[in-house]
């Protein structure tokens, strides 16, 4: 494999890494300077602590006015750039991402809020399923041009019904989203689509759920915040441990936990690890009528019950 000379005197040396990273920094630091960004900075903060957008003047400028948004993007690459002019290994101090045809960079990020610079390339996209989620969503559309849709549902829980608004995407479009009954489709670029994203979750939020576009049935959902993710992950991780002495927390975790998505989890997972302690908790939960996994839970036991009809004897002792 061949191994450019610049890159290899970087193992020897790697000042002019960390050089360029401290250029990159200060760039950073020279933008939040400015009072436009700086009022950015502080209304987003406030944002994200959960105030709403009307009391945020700054950013709803940028995300229902125009040209401000455009302005602060502008002067945030030509700072960012002159640096990468300067010192080709340098990279944006942000989160970033790439997939395939979209790539993303997080330029900031504040209690439930986040703001994204996205970009999306030309081409025709197809959306056999949408997803949506307890969150806000602002989009201010900077440069490129394409066409989209508002996916919108129109009632229903396991089944939906679409009601779709076609728009058009050109620089100075602004857009709002309700996440929970809202989802913006890109369906074609005719030349790069560059926007600014601004998000923020709901303070407690439900779980995200996807949808088929053509059948409206609902295909999965997830955890509508990161950290019940994360504990979903761990209650997982017990079961795969094979901890059979984790098994009366699991219990408790599935009657008192609020998240509905991580109850199941622990439910599943008690019941592999202590059959006889876990089918009682799910017996408990299908007899509740007030808990809101007791369909759910009724349509599990009677199938338990149906291939094993030992279990029975469970609750019997």
Not at 265 to 292: K, Y
Request: aromatic share 6%; charged share 25%.
């Amino acid at each position: 494999m061949r191994v450019d000379p610049t890159i290899a005197a970087l193992r020897d040396d790697d000042a002019p890494q960390r050089q360029a990273q401290a250029a990159m920094g200060a760039a950073w630091d020279a933008w939040l300077a400015d009072d436009s960004a700086a009022g950015l900075n502080l209304d987003f903060r406030r944002f994200g602590a959960g105030a709403g957008l009307e009391s945020c003047p700054v950013l709803e400028d940028i995300f229902a006015g125009s040209g401000q948004a455009e302005a602060l993007m502008q002067a945030l690459a030509s700072q960012l750039c002159k640096v990468m002019a300067d010192r080709p290994f340098a990279h944006p101090p942000f989160r970033h991402g790439f997939k395939g045809s979209a790539s993303s960079l997080l330029l900031a990020k504040s209690g439930r809020a986040q703001l994204l610079l996205q970009a999306r390339e030309p081409g025709e996209y197809l959306y056999p399923a949408a997803c949506f989620t307890h969150s806000l969503r602002y989009e201010a559309v900077l440069a490129g041009c394409g066409k989209g849709v508002i996916a919108r549902i129109c009632g229903g829980q396991d089944a939906i019904r679409y009601c779709d608004e076609e728009v058009r995407l050109q620089r100075g479009v602004r857009l709002a989203f309700d996440c929970a009954s809202e989802s913006m489709l890109v369906t074609e670029v005719d030349r790069r689509l560059v926007t600014l994203r601004l998000e923020k979750t709901a303070a407690d939020p439900r779980p995200g759920r996807e949808y088929c576009r053509t059948s409206g049935r609902l295909l999965q959902q997830a955890a509508g915040s990161l950290a019940t993710s994360r504990r979903e992950m761990m209650t997982a991780l017990l079961g795969r441990m094979h901890r059979s002495d984790a098994a009366p927390v699991l219990a408790d975790m599935a009657h008192r936990e609020k998240d509905e998505s991580l109850r199941w989890q622990a439910l599943r997972e008690c019941l592999a690890l202590d059959s006889a302690r876990g089918f009682c908790a799910l017996s408990a939960i299908a007899r509740n009528p007030q808990d809101t996994l007791s369909a759910a839970a009724g349509a599990l036991r009677a199938q338990l019950v149906e291939a094993h009809p030992q279990l029975l004897e469970l609750e019997r002792n």
